[in-house]
């Protein structure tokens, strides 16, 4: 799937989106098998959802510390936690952000979210913000070597 979305942030990167209809054909005239084709359309579906319309309060908005709560520790691992601390720490995540993943985090189905499953739900929470940080995290996610650091 990462592939397809590969595709997508090359192709589609500071447009409209297609509709789902259009989107799937121009991913199979592309080659793409069914099953990749399904899967990003999902994740698309999804990131769409992740935390759009939501409020957030003005404590979430503040700059001061935030300390993960067990609960929230035990549901990632330690790369999907060192991970967050680095996307915090660089800027591609703001504070809102961060609260809008840890929610999503606690959301997942039980067990524990890996390091691939993190970068797929921050990828959802960057994949429109087409600044350039954000941009570069994608890119390194899609495009890039797997033991790279972000910077």
Known sequence: ????????????????????AQLAR????????????REALQWMEESKSLGCDQLWSESARSAG???LHPQELERMSVEA???LYALIQSGVL????REQLLER???EPDGE??????????LMLVWRKQDQLSNLWVEEILFGREDATLH
């Open 113 to 122: 979210v890996s390091l691939e499953r993190m970068q797929l739900l921050v």
């Open 105 to 107: 985090v606690m959301r």
């Open 81 to 83: 936690v060192s991970l």
């Open 1 to 20: 799937m990462l592939e397809v979305l590969a595709y997508l942030f090359e192709e589609l990167y500071g447009t409209e989106y297609p509709d789902t």
């Open 26 to 37: 121009k991913l199979d005239v592309a080659g793409f098998a069914d099953e990749d084709i």
């Open 94 to 97: 703001d504070a809102i952000e």
């Open 65 to 67: 510390v935030r300390v």
